[in-house]
T-cell receptor, first 115, second 119 residues
Framework: DAGVIQSPRHEVTEMGQEVTLRCKLI?????LFWYRQTMMRGLELLIY????????DSGMPEDRFSAKMPNASFSTLKIQPSEPRDSAVYFC?????????????FGEGSRLTVL | AQKVTQAQTEISVVEKEDVTLDCVYE???????LFWYKQPPSGELVFLIR??????QNEISGRYSWNFQKSTSSFNFTITASQVVDSAVYFC????????????????FGQGTILTVHP
């Protein structure tokens, strides 16, 4: 089975531009998590969904960030307008609803650089 | 609030040495799960092991073993006979669970320990 698929793997953009990161869940999984990794703050949970419904978005930094799950297998994380401090690796992860123990399966990450 | 602390920022060993990575956690919940993840230089996060709060039995899986002690809120991870390919950043993580033992899925990660294994 294919794992969690993220795109793009690398993105370099200029301050003020809109950035859209994409994630395809593992088939059969119905919980979706967006994490951000930086040297200063480590791995932080931004938002997570169960069955397409956002459950906890308390980690979303500010209104410039938004996440959607338009269907059961796909999610986007949008930053508009982007700022240099948004530079980080953004990870998407999924897990099956039936997964009692809760280990997450991560994508390979999207490395964002905002100049 | 949950918190995971990995006091060791970096560890350097020579191949074939055993190495233990420390993890201490804080949670108010009585039911929770603990995990170790590995992040090799390629950048992906790879799930290694998990342990639930109501099972303190320690286990060995190949070269990996873990020591879960609820009394000291510690979940240490040992690699026996380390290899160069073990060089990576290792993350300890915590997930709270409901009364039925089902994890909420939201992981709180420690800051990570950089392990370098020299040939």
């Amino acid at each position: 089975d294919a794992g969690v698929i993220q795109s793009p793997r690398h993105e370099v953009t200029e301050m003020g531009q809109e950035v859209t990161l994409r994630c395809k869940l593992i088939s059969g999984h119905n919980s979706l998590f967006w994490y951000r990794q930086t040297m200063m703050r480590g791995l932080e949970l931004l938002i997570y969904f169960n069955n397409n419904v956002p459950i906890d978005d308390s980690g979303m930094p500010e209104d410039r960030f938004s996440a959607k799950m338009p269907n059961a297998s796909f999610s986007t994380l949008k930053i508009q307008p982007s700022e240099p401090r948004d530079s980080a690796v953004y990870f998407c992860a999924s897990r099956p609803h039936s997964g009692v123990a809760g280990e997450l399966f991560f994508g390979e990450g999207s490395r964002l650089t905002v100049l | 609030a949950q918190k995971v602390t990995q006091a060791q920022t970096e560890i350097s060993v020579v191949e074939k040495e055993d190495v233990t990575l420390d993890c201490v956690y804080e949670t108010r919940d009585t039911t929770y799960y603990l995990f170790w993840y590995k992040q090799p230089p390629s950048g992906e996060l790879v799930f290694l092991i998990r342990r639930n709060s109501f099972d303190e039995q320690n286990e060995i899986s190949g070269r990996y073993s873990w020591n879960f002690q609820k009394s000291t809120s510690s979940f240490n991870f040992t690699i026996t006979a380390s290899q160069v390919v073990d060089s990576a950043v290792y993350f300890c993580a915590l997930s709270e669970a409901d009364a039925g033992g089902t994890s909420y899925g939201k992981l709180t990660f420690g800051q990570g320990t950089i392990l370098t294994v020299h040939p």
